[in-house]
């Protein structure tokens, strides 16, 4: 049987077993009320709500943790991969302590560890402050509220909103370094901020706090966790991409006088980058498969709402049916993005 035979016979499978699975499923019970308490959520919730929409706010809820943690474990990552190929030997252990230390236990254990100290911290009585505008407590980080200000009037919101634009022309237009590129930005979006928001600082209450936005210890924790422990991986592929350049690039580099900033932007960074993608892809679809153990310590994410979904109305195949979609969407998608920019770094690299 030549292979293109098997594959037909596979893909007619699939499709049968795709026709039985729609046939089974009761598409009813994705519009039924849920009743579901959700405490913690990206967007307002309601227990009235329907099973579809509980799932849709637990899919925002795991999508959260993981962009945010893919975003962190990234930048962490990156700066410990430098550090590992600086050739210094305190940085060194510093290195292989951090990598080793998270590499050889279960990213459980660090989600757990992170949770359980989150809950030795102090009540919200007592919760250390910093400017009286960020507080931590054992219920999680309690921020300044945010809300569209007023102070786009007047001859200061003119002048303000003058200093975004020109900031925003220099980052994008003006002829300077990259550094200066992102510090015109930067700048832009602090000003808009300050011109465009108002921020109230948490107040305290008997019991907690009656103002200010709050980021539960469930999610902080989740986050932190896998920040931390995928940013070890993220090193290892750095550190790995870096040592894997050409060693004539570099004395290549040197010999035309380039500094190190300039030598790290225009050879080490793009080649080192184009070595590292397709490893630290996978490393992100892993990241957003691990939020899934959330449940672990109580965040309300997709398996959580799952969960309690099942045992509440014993629909198994639909809730399942729904977690599937969701993992299939977010990582099909990402590994198209990533795909995508890899494919444009090798013509590029031509």
């Not at 989600?111 to 911290?121: E, R």
């Amino acid at each position: 049987m030549t292979d293109s035979k098997k594959y037909l016979i596979y893909a007619g499978y699939l499709a049968l077993a795709t026709v039985v699975l729609a046939a089974s499923v009761d598409y009813s019970f994705y519009l039924a009320p849920s009743g579901l308490v959700i405490p913690s959520t990206v967007v307002p919730w309601d227990p009235a709500n329907t099973y579809l929409a509980a799932f849709a706010v637990a899919s925002g809820n795991s999508l959260a943790v993981g962009l945010i943690s893919i975003a962190l474990a990234t930048v962490l990552g990156v700066l410990i991969g430098m550090v590992g190929v600086w050739n210094n030997p305190t940085a060194t252990v510093l290195y292989r302590v951090y990598v080793g230390g998270f590499r050889n236990v279960p990213v459980l254990f660090v989600i757990l560890l992170f949770y359980f100290i989150g809950i030795a911290l102090p009540a919200p009585a007592k919760a250390p402050d910093l400017f009286g505008l960020i507080f931590v407590s054992n219920r999680g980080l309690v921020l300044p509220s945010v809300e569209l200000g007023s102070g786009l009037g007047g001859t200061a919101g003119y002048v303000s909103l003058a200093l975004v634009a020109l900031a925003l022309v220099l980052a994008f237009l003006a002829p300077v370094r990259t550094w200066q590129r992102l510090a015109f930005a930067l700048l832009a979006l602090i000003a808009a901020a300050v011109v465009g928001l108002d921020f109230h600082a948490p107040e305290r209450g008997k019991f907690g706090f009656t103002s200010g936005s709050n980021l539960p210890l469930e999610f902080m924790a989740l986050t932190a966790a896998l920040s931390m422990y995928y940013a070890a991986e993220i090193a290892e592929i750095t550190r790995g991409s870096i040592l894997s350049i050409n060693k004539g690039i570099i004395d290549a580099s040197h010999a035309l006088g380039l500094h190190a900033f300039d030598r790290f932007q225009r050879i080490v960074a793009p080649l080192a980058l184009r070595f590292g993608l397709p490893s630290a892809l996978n490393t992100y679809l892993v990241v957003l498969k691990a939020t899934s153990l959330g449940v672990a310590i109580g965040y309300t994410e997709l398996f959580s709402v799952a969960r309690l979904s099942m045992s509440s109305s014993g629909r198994v195949l639909e809730c399942l049916s729904l977690m599937g979609l969701y993992f299939l969407l977010m990582c099909g998608t990402l590994s198209f993005l990533v795909n995508r920019i890899n494919e444009k770094l090798k013509r590029w690299s031509k």
